[in-house]
């Protein structure tokens, strides 16, 4: 059956500029996870959705970064004011529900030059 | 502060040598802790859930256990094909986020 897909495979933006990266997670997966993760560090968490409303968005790291589920299926994170700082993979995952095992896809590679 | 540890940060083993992966938390009420394989340029891969301690699980060469500190990823005669990093992730009773841990490296050489 079809995973979790995310598109662009890679991005390669200008400092200052704005980005969507679009994730579409298996069908009927209520959750869904953005993460970013750098070269040789584990996946960190930016923010959970449950249907349509984010859940927990701690891990946004300040309010240039936002994400959206507007059908609660998929999603957009969008990165306002690109920095050469939040160059990494961004990856996404869907699960049953929260607390359950998380299928991911393969990832957004962004760069900010 | 919830935290997760893994150690070591990289293994190297030969075919056939059996080890284990280390995952440390420290966390105030554990509602679930994960097994996770990442080959390089992709996304993790789901391995095993663990619940409670003294919950193991098995597949194929790999046998997860979980005690109230700690979990260990056990690997019996690897094969280079089990070469990949290894992410402990755990899920806290009182939030939904999840924490990884930075993952072991592991090489196994023919």
């Known amino acids: 059956g079809a995973g979790v897909s995310q598109t662009p495979s890679n991005k390669v933006t200008e400092k200052g500029k704005y980005v969507e990266l679009r994730c579409d997670p298996i069908s009927g997966h209520t959750a869904l996870y953005w993460y970013r993760q750098s070269l040789g560090q584990g996946p960190e968490f930016l923010i959970y959705?449950?249907?349509?409303?984010?859940?927990?968005d701690s891990g946004l790291p300040n309010d240039r970064f936002f994400a959206v589920r507007p059908e609660g299926s998929v999603s957009t994170l969008k990165i306002q004011r690109t920095e050469r700082g939040d160059s990494a993979v961004y990856l996404c995952?869907?699960?049953?529900?929260?607390?359950?095992?998380?299928?991911f896809g393969p990832g957004t590679r962004l760069t900010v030059t | 502060e919830d935290q997760v540890t893994q150690s070591p940060e990289a293994l190297r083993l030969q075919e056939g040598e059996s080890s284990s992966l280390n995952c440390s938390y420290t966390?105030?009420?554990?509602?679930?802790l994960f097994w996770y394989r990442q080959d390089p340029g992709k996304g993790p891969e789901f391995l095993f859930t663990l619940y409670s301690a003294g919950e193991e699980k098995e597949k194929e060469r790999l046998k997860a256990t979980l005690t109230k500190k700690e979990s260990f990823l056990h690997i019996t005669a690897p094969k280079p094909e089990d070469s990949a990093t290894y992410l402990c992730a755990l899920t806290q009773t009182s939030y939904d986020k999840v924490i990884f841990g930075p993952g072991t490296s592991l090489s196994v050489i023919p």
């Open positions: 959705f449950q249907g349509t409303g984010a859940a927990d």
């Open positions: 995952a869907s699960s049953t529900g929260p607390g359950r095992e998380q299928y």
């Open positions: 966390v105030s009420g554990l509602r679930g």
